[in-house]
């Protein structure tokens, strides 16, 4: 066998090595980390690390209304499927005062 596999061979056995040093080390890492968390009441944010929330994302803010139907006083952000009463008109005419600054 060469120099070169029998370091391979070495290399391979040596990391299975770690590996189970690791493995057997993990446990009590672990349970001491565990026991910390309680000691000290620590948080996932306390520990820098991000949480994850499942199901639906927050509800955002309406936009303001850029909009607004003179006749009803609908309004309308500009975003979206448009109202009846902007569609297909020109939307200049229905700009809030205050869209124009």
């Known amino acids: 066998m060469s120099e070169y596999t029998e370091l391979k061979a070495q290399i391979a056995k040596l990391q299975e090595q770690a590996e189970e ?5 993990l446990e009590a890492v ?3 980390i565990r026991r910390k ?3 000290y009441g620590l948080t996932a944010q306390d520990l820098g690390l991000s949480v994850v929330r499942r ?3 927050p509800k ?3 936009l303001p209304p ?3 139907d003179p006749k009803s006083g609908s309004t309308w952000s500009g975003r979206g ?3 009846k009463w902007i569609a297909g008109k020109n939307r200049e005419r229905f700009l ?3 869209a124009h600054s």
């Open 55 to 57: 199901g639906r994302p």
């Open 81 to 83: 499927k448009p109202p």
């Open 96 to 98: 809030i005062s205050q």
């Open 60 to 62: 955002k803010e309406p």
């Open 66 to 68: 850029i909009y607004q």
């Open 30 to 32: 672990l349970a001491d």
């Open 21 to 25: 040093a690791r493995r057997a080390e």
């Open 37 to 39: 968390i309680v000691e």
